[in-house]
């Protein structure tokens, strides 16, 4: 595992930041940590880099306690709120990055082409920082965080800042990092971007985990059905029994059913039970749904 938590818990003057977090992250995932605004996400990423200490509870990343300095070096991290050096180009921030890592003058002038040509800044640093567009500051944040070629990616809200040609660009760029078996653990509010970058998620609020899992499990075959017929009372039951959630909103019956393979099970209830079925929509079970219901579940 290259992180593996054990019951880990944070407190600030006796409140919780979090809780009895317990997580596993395998090596080449791309995990979401999802949660509100004040949930604990930044809490546990920072207990995870060694930047806060835990109150009690374990963990180990990368194979070692937390702080670990070995470890360390194999770690990637882009803070959501942060601010560079304006008065540097961007090539001598990527070199003074560079040094704090410790790495090698050799390596380092291998490695900063590389990062700027993954994040699309090949050509542009050698302009101060300060000459950067918003977008321009995150991707150079994303280069910094990828400089001494990571094992482990820490992204805070990496796609914030950026128009959708550079969001995509970095969903790119996460799809190769997991190509190379590089594990990502992503922090964002943008779920669609969750959706199609990442392969497991953490659901967590008020400093707890409230539900994980991969994301497959929790949008891959749900539908969620609308139907509007009428017919015997007893067609309502059936549709309970093969549904995993049902409500009556005005005329209309809502169900959520665990693949798309039900939809003309439901279909058919109706009909073969007597029933006229007026009309029948269908749509997919988003990642917004899944979080809203689990965020509401917990109210």
Known sequence: MIIETFNLTKLYAGQPGC??????????????????NGAGKSTVVKTLLGL???????????????????ARKKIGFLPENFRFQEWLSGRELLE?????????????KERIPAVLEMVKLQGREKERIQ???????????????????????????????????????????????????????LNSHLLSEVEMTCDHVAFIKQGMILDQGRLSNFTGGKRQVSLRYEGDPHILELI???????????????????????????????????????EMTTTSYSLEDVFINIMGEAD
């Not at 809780?19 to 509100?36: A, H, K, T, Y």
């Not at 806060?52 to 070995?70: F, I, M, W």
């Open 19 to 36: 809780r009895d977090i317990c997580l596993s992250v395998s090596e080449g995932q791309v995990f979401g940590f999802l949660g509100p």
């Open 96 to 108: 003074f990055h560079g040094a704090m890592y410790g790495m090698e003058r050799g390596n380092l």
């Open 131 to 185: 000459a950067y567009s918003k977008g321009m500051q995150q991707r150079l944040g994303i280069a910094s965080a990828l400089l001494p070629d990571p094992e482990l990616v820490f992204l805070d809200e990496p796609t914030s800042a950026l128009d959708p040609i550079g969001r995509k660009e970095v969903r790119d760029i996460i799809r190769d990092l997991r190509s190379a078996s590089k594990t990502v653990f």
């Open 52 to 70: 806060l200490k835990p109150t009690s509870g374990q963990a180990l990343v990368l194979g070692r306690p937390l702080g670990d300095n070995q």
């Open 240 to 278: 309970r029994e093969n549904s995993q959630e049902v409500s009556i909103e005005n005329d209309r019956v809502q169900a959520t059913v665990a693949s798309g393979d039900m939809i003309p099970v439901l279909a058919a209830i109706v009909v073969q039970n007597g029933g006229r079925l007026y």
